[in-house]
């Protein structure tokens, strides 16, 4: 039996921890040096609860500012996304508010699928720009937006994140197809034409 497929995409500024996330997901191992990312592309087989065994692509984005024409193809192709900044740069933070805002006016209402995330937690808290109520509060002041704060380097919260991003890409996979081919009434449009959407946020 082939096992369901799940594509999910990192997103956010240069330096905030998306490759080092990625390679805790697929390795469980850590590298501190940093190196600016292109486009480093996995597949990952994994079980996760509620899900099972899947294959999960992971795209790990560029963070640099040349590459950002690069993220309508990346957000077009993804089932669901991970949003990261640092907690030590506001500026991150901001940019990560900015790829919301890209991804919103790509994907479908009913197919936002997103994770904030704070990387970097591991930190102390003189370091910290950004708090953990300042990520709290963005996070529910945007649609269909989880929460989380995570560290590579200490292996904080990182499957946690992973096992959310695949069960968000399985419900939106499945809601994708209720929506193609609706029964008992399922699947309708509002008088507007619109679909139902969804809003707040989950703290993990």
Do not use: W
Request: aromatic share 6%; with cysteine; charged share 25%.
């Amino acid at each position: 039996m082939m096992r369901p497929e799940y594509k999910v995409t990192l997103l956010g500024a240069g330096g905030v921890g998306k490759s080092a996330i990625t390679l805790r997901i697929v390795s469980g191992t850590f590298t501190p040096t940093y190196n600016p990312t292109i486009e480093d592309y996995y597949r990952h087989e994994a079980s996760i609860s509620n899900v099972g065994p899947c294959v999960v692509e992971i795209l790990d984005t560029a963070g640099t500012e040349q590459f950002a024409s690069m993220r309508q193809l990346y957000i077009s192709n993804s089932q669901s996304f991970a949003i990261i900044y640092s907690i030590d740069s506001q500026e991150s933070f901001e940019e990560a508010k900015q790829i919301y805002t890209d991804i919103v006016e790509i994907k479908p209402a009913n197919e936002l699928a997103i994770v904030l995330v704070g990387n970097k937690c591991d930190m102390s808290n003189d370091k910290r720009e950004v708090s953990t109520s300042e990520g709290a509060q963005a996070a529910k002041n945007m649609s269909n937006c989880h929460f989380i704060e995570t560290s590579a380097k200490e292996n904080t919260n990182v499957t946690q994140l992973f096992e959310k991003l695949v069960c968000l890409a399985r419900d939106n996979v499945q809601s994708s197809s209720r929506s193609k081919h609706p029964s008992n009434g399922k699947g309708k449009k509002k008088k507007d034409g619109s679909r139902p959407r969804k809003s707040g946020c989950t703290i993990l």
